[in-house]
């Protein structure tokens, strides 16, 4: 039997418990959706790439500039290749990271707009 993982940064689940988000393994980590949008990945792994262990944002490039603004330690995600994606990282190692997450539960709770996407639909495999 697998050993699951706890949920890292749990006091998130706690700031959107009004939601009644849904958390759900993936890439070793806990996705954690409202709706049937993906909002966050929270990531706390240890050895490779501990430089991308905080809370992963679900968004889109066009909302990067007004969201840096918001969160000055908001980055994109090493691990995920070189150039900018729609995901955006507040680091875990930012002296901010708390006070970040904290806001970034505050704009889901709003329904920020610029926060969380709908997965694309996963492709039936042939048998």
């Not at 409202?34 to 990531?43: E, S, Y």
């Not at 490779?48 to 840096?68: F, Q, V, Y």
């Not at 908001?74 to 806001?103: C, Y």
Request: proline share 6%; charged share 30%.
């Amino acid at each position: 039997m697998k050993k699951s993982n706890p949920i890292a940064f749990d006091f998130v689940l706690e700031q959107l418990f009004s939601l009644e988000p849904r958390i759900k393994p993936m890439f070793g980590c806990h996705a954690i959706y409202v709706g049937d949008k993906i909002m966050l990945i929270v990531r706390n792994k240890a050895g490779a790439h501990e430089d991308d262990n905080g809370i992963w944002i679900s968004t889109k490039t066009e909302h990067h500039p007004t969201l840096k603004k918001i969160f000055p330690s908001m980055r994109s995600i090493n691990v995920l290749g070189n150039g900018e994606t729609n995901w955006q990282i507040l680091p875990a190692e930012a002296e901010d990271f708390e006070e970040s997450a904290i806001k970034v539960c505050e704009l889901i709770l709003k329904h920020d707009l610029r926060i969380g996407n709908v997965p694309k639909a996963k492709k039936l495999k042939k048998r």
